[in-house]
């Protein structure tokens, strides 16, 4: 069977850098029986990743890091997918977050120096911790509930937040909070062993379980000044590529799906027949409808990836662009695993097959920001914008 990424691989240092990912998919697709049956994310696996330092790919080289680009990004992080999305969508996270911060220099320089540092030297893993029970997702413009006080030179937080993918397992907790003293919110660092720090066991959804995306909760947690890393200026955001993992994710859940039911298709021969279902029509028509969906998402998600490497000046008009990637890769990513459903027909709802949980995992695709109504609004405001 061809491989699906092979177009996509351009040089030796992509080949270096994807055997990385080919490694901790195969370790991560080892675990998911016990990580999707107990919505835990496996310290094996995570073992792994550190093993192959990829959470310090995506710093800059002058901190040791190998400045990955979101063309590279991407192509990796769809390759850990396909060994486990939860996996992907978990570090991915991480990932881009380091990117995001190199990137646009939203700290001060010895705040992010010290972070990177660490992440360099032991692979710490980060992630931010934005989403609330009340407030839903933070990019529907909810103010976090989340508080920081400011009293005797330092700052209190008390709150609660959702969706920490990796809680348990995090060295580090970028924590927004509603901070009083200036009415604004804004962003602190928060080492996971802090006093009044806590996560608390509440995962338990239909798809991506092994995220172990529990509640983190912080009960009177004092933290320096210097904690305080970001203060949100008000102002619209810049459009932010790394958030293309999130469609890589899910185009890698689909590339699984699409191989394992070629692999059902052609060994599976029922007595009614004297050939494979490989072979009957309705069966190819479906492997075919599969293939032409995967290679239209992956030539916009990867065309757009190269635009943003190659022409950052176009950066900053590019949000309905990626935008509509997301919408685009992960609607088509869900329509490739329904269709190797109907190929692997009643079988594939049983639990001995991947079938079912790669349509419980894709399906959270649709509900990861930006959301199909969102996206749908802006393409129709630029649209009309540009006709005015």
């Known amino acids: ?23 901790i998919a195969e370790e991560a697709r080892s675990h998911v029986t016990e990580t999707d049956r107990d919505a835990v994310f496996s310290h094996h696996t995570l073992n792994v990743i550190k093993q192959e330092e990829y959470p310090s790919l995506t710093l800059p080289t002058t901190f040791g890091g190998e400045d990955l680009s979101l063309y590279e990004l991407l192509l990796l992080q769809e390759k850990i997918a396909e060994g486990d999305g939860a996996v992907a969508l978990s570090i991915g996270w991480h990932m881009g977050i380091m990117m995001e911060l ?9 705040q992010f120096e010290k972070l990177a540092k660490e992440v360099v030297r032991n692979q710490k893993v980060v992630n931010r ?21 400011r009293a005797d030179g330092q700052y209190v937080l008390n709150g609660r937040k959702s969706f920490t993918s990796m809680a348990e397992h995090l060295n580090y907790y970028i924590v927004s909070a509603y901070i009083k003293d200036i ?51 008000g ?44 072979e009957v029509a309705h069966i190819q028509d479906k492997i075919g409808e599969m293939e032409w969906k995967l290679l239209q998402a992956h030539s916009f998600m990867y065309t757009t990836a190269r635009k943003w490497d190659e022409e950052p000046e176009k950066r900053k008009h590019m949000n309905p662009e990626l935008a509509a990637v997301k919408m685009a890769v992960t609607n088509t990513a869900a329509e490739v695993v329904d269709l190797s459903l109907r190929i692997a027909g009643g079988r594939g709802l049983s639990k001995k097959y991947p079938f079912e949980k790669y349509y419980r995992d894709v399906r959270a695709g649709l509900h990861n920001p930006p959301m199909d109504d969102a996206v749908v609004t802006m393409l129709a405001k630029r649209a009309i914008a540009e006709k005015e």
């Open 183 to 233: 009415d604004k919110v804004g962003w602190f660092i928060i080492d996971r062993h802090q006093p009044g720090v806590s996560v608390e066991k509440t995962w338990d959804t239909l798809g991506m379980r092994g995220t172990e995306s529990d509640d983190l909760v912080m009960t009177d947690v004092e933290l320096g000044l210097e904690d305080l890393v970001e203060v949100n200026s």
């Open 102 to 110: 190199a990137d646009e220099q939203l700290w001060k320089r010895d």
């Open 129 to 149: 911790a934005a989403t609330e029970p009340a407030t839903g997702s933070p990019t529907r413009g909810g103010v976090p509930e989340t508080t920081a006080v």
């Open 235 to 278: 102002e619209k955001s810049t459009p932010k590529g790394w958030l293309l993992h999130i469609p890589a994710c899910y185009l890698g859940i689909a590339v699984a799906a699409r191989n394992d039911a070629i692999d059902f298709a052609r060994n599976f021969q029922p007595n009614s027949l004297d050939k494979p279902i490989s």
């Open 1 to 23: 069977m061809g491989d699906v990424f092979q177009p996509w691989i351009k040089n030796v240092r992509h080949e270096r850098l994807f055997e990385k990912a080919v490694r």
